[in-house]
T-cell receptor
Framework: QKEVEQDPGPLSVPEGAIVSLNCTYS??????FMWYRQYSRKGPELLMY????GNKEDGRFTAQVDKSSKYISLFIRDSQPSDSATYLC????????????FGKGITLSVRP | DTEVTQTPKHLVMGMTNKKSLKCEQH?????MYWYKQKAKKPPELMFV???????INESVPSRFSPECPNSSLLNLHLHALQPEDSALYLC?????????????FGDGTRLSIL
């Protein structure tokens, strides 16, 4: 079992839809959870950063972490064509040798 | 624009060439990273520097040689690369190395080996 599983997609939705992106993980030591957005020919851009369980909202984006189920989600409300990108979940534990563990990424296309 | 700047944006080199990739950040971050990303794959960690000292080398071949001249700069020296080394090379930085601070990425150098 991989440490982080992410539905590979791709995912295509109409403009204005609510998008739900999900990752599951197996390492209970993970405490910090991130979502990165990567446009074509660009580097990953930090979208959301959360610690432990709970919800965090930033504009149209909501990140949700459920440590008991080892499950994280990113919700995008009122999706726009400009949201079309690859979304990577990433997570890490605390400690001197902590490293980011990424999901495989999912490509989202928002149709006008 | 990202706060981590990488140059050049594109690089084409032959297998016998020597070249360097550069990364600069002015956020006061003390940890800097090199990643390699192949198409449709997540980034793979190569090297980590913490307070200008190499702290992680993910068994990267010696044809890749990292250097951290100061807390704002990170270089990756390339020599005798192979065609399979063609990829997007990403630099990232974070305030610390303990995992509690997120990493911020540059836009990468797209490297092609002829």
């Amino acid at each position: 079992q991989k440490e982080v599983e992410q539905d590979p997609g791709p995912l295509s939705v109409p403009e204005g839809a609510i998008v739900s992106l999900n990752c599951t993980y197996s390492n209970s030591a993970f405490q910090y959870f991130m979502w990165y957005r990567q446009y074509s020919r660009k580097g990953p851009e930090l979208l959301m950063y959360t610690y432990s369980s709970g919800n965090k909202e930033d504009g149209r984006f909501t990140a949700q972490v459920d440590k008991s189920s080892k499950y994280i989600s990113l919700f995008i409300r009122d999706s726009q064509p400009s949201d079309s990108a690859t979304y990577l979940c990433a997570m890490t534990h605390t400690g001197a040798n902590s490293k980011l563990t990424f999901g495989k990424g999912i490509t989202l296309s928002v149709r006008p | 624009d990202t706060e981590v700047t990488q140059t050049p944006k594109h690089l084409v080199m032959g297998m016998t060439n020597k070249k360097s990739l550069k990364c600069e950040q002015h956020m006061g971050h003390r940890a800097m990273y090199w990643y390699k990303q192949k198409a449709k794959k997540p980034p793979e960690l190569m090297f980590v520097y913490s307070y200008e000292k190499l702290s992680i080398n993910e068994s990267v071949p010696s044809r890749f040689s990292p250097e951290c001249p100061n807390s704002s700069l990170l270089n990756l020296h390339l020599h005798a690369l192979q065609p399979e080394d063609s990829a997007l090379y990403l630099c990232a930085s974070s305030q610390g190395r303990d995992g509690s601070q997120p990493q911020h990425f540059g836009d990468g150098t797209r490297l092609s080996i002829l």
